[in-house]
């Protein structure tokens, strides 16, 4: 069974930062592209950042270009997400994907929240 | 990266109604598609991919259909439990964006 558990999140003031993490299990975690995806509170889904499975290829949304840092330890089966520079249009929950055409697959999230 | 419009963006419905709901892409797509559907505090479940694929355990009154920019989600019979909100899903070039979603309500 596949399984994705998201940590790190918690409150942190604008202007700082925290590290996300992601422990998957249930397949082969390095032949698969990741993804992370926020959510606001009551809006839609956006896509945050792409990892390829050998972190060969990365894309970042425009929103967090040059603040956040995507990568993977694939001996450890684990994603990251390193968000500097905080601001509070960051607050939402925060999804690590597996990113498979057919659908993804979702981990349970990780609440953010940005605020003095 | 391909833009997702999705629509309606709210949807009152009644339980037994036939539902529909359009999602076009900003450029061909194919039929690398997927709807979601996403229960308020829960992950998003996938409910058909590549276009018109029923998701395992998913009820046959949910279907889809269409190709290259515009598709349907269509629900023949609205049951209590289908009132959440929907989401679309190109999986044609990465990163694989999302519509805004449709959120249905109950009339």
């Known amino acids: 069974e596949v399984q994705l558990v998201e940590s790190g999140g918690g409150l942190v003031q604008p202007g700082g930062s925290l590290r996300l993490s992601c422990a998957a299990s249930?397949?082969?975690?390095?032949?698969?592209?990741m993804n992370w995806v926020r959510q606001a509170p009551g809006k839609g889904l956006e896509w945050v950042s792409y990892i390829s499975g050998g972190s060969g290829t990365i894309y970042y949304a425009n929103s967090v270009k040059g603040r956040f840092t995507i990568s993977r330890d694939n001996a450890k089966n684990s994603l990251y997400l390193q968000m500097n520079s905080l601001r509070a249009e960051d607050t939402a929950v925060y999804y690590c994907?597996?990113?498979?055409?057919?659908?993804?697959?979702w981990g349970q999230g990780t609440l953010v929240t940005v605020s003095s | 990266d391909i833009q997702m419009t999705q629509s309606p963006s709210s949807l009152s419905a009644s339980v037994g109604d036939r539902v529909t709901i359009t999602c076009r892409a900003s450029?061909?797509?194919?039929?690398?598609f997927n709807w979601y559907q996403q229960k308020p505090g829960k992950t998003p479940k996938v409910l058909i991919y590549?276009?018109?694929s029923l998701q395992s355990g998913v009820p046959s009154r949910f279907s889809g259909s269409g190709s290259g920019t515009d598709f349907t989600l269509t629900i023949s019979s609205l049951q209590p439990e289908d009132f959440a909100t929907y989401f679309c899903?190109?999986?044609?070039?990465?990163?694989?964006?999302f519509g805004q979603g449709t959120k249905l309500e109950i009339k």
């Open positions: 994907a597996r990113g498979l055409r057919e659908g993804w697959d």
């Open positions: 899903q190109q999986s044609y070039s990465i990163p694989h964006t």
């Open positions: 249930g397949f082969t975690f390095s032949s698969y592209d």
């Open positions: 590549a276009t018109s």
């Open positions: 450029q061909s797509i194919s039929t690398y």
